[in-house]
């Protein structure tokens, strides 16, 4: 997986440091590297946005076992990476406000979970699922007014719920399990309301 288009969506994957370098890249933001492709899985499909932040070595070793194998599809990895750009794509834009980088893992989990019911191994099921879910996810990310909805709506109500709760948002507070519950119900109330 070096470069990956989908539909105009082209991004590079950058398996090694630099590995762009000298390449003309119509985009350099385009370029995903792997500890981003980690992390956006981890986050989005296996479902642990309070754990996708952290160090990626460790991320890496942790989920050996579970991302990058033989015979996943290729699209589940372009729909994370695609989806982590498109985010990226919004803070450098000033379209939504960069205070809330410090929520990204949950933002994108919370996009996914648009699109992937619960406890779903998006590894497992069939290509035509893949496709479906891949393909309403990419579209719904380039409804720029529907992603900044979206983002607005689940801060807002992740950030009611955790100072209903007494916690705190700061960056080490988000990695925890309560964090997690939090946004659980956050979500459940946005999901709700549609």
Known sequence: MRRVQVGGRELFYERRENQYRFDEVSERTRIIDSAT???SVVAMFMELPNRAGRD???MKSEFADKIFLTGHDVRVYHAAAYAFYKLEFLYRTNRIDKALKKYRMYILWSIA???VAEDVDVFAINEKKVAEFTS???DFLDDEAAVVSHIE???GEYEAELRKRGQSS???ALRSEEAMVAARN???NVIGTN
């Open 37 to 39: 492709v980690v992390k």
């Open 56 to 58: 990626y070595r460790q």
């Open 113 to 115: 979970k648009k699109f």
């Open 136 to 138: 309403a996810l990419l």
């Open 153 to 155: 709506r689940f801060v």
């Open 170 to 172: 700061d960056r080490d």
């Open 186 to 188: 956050a979500l459940e």
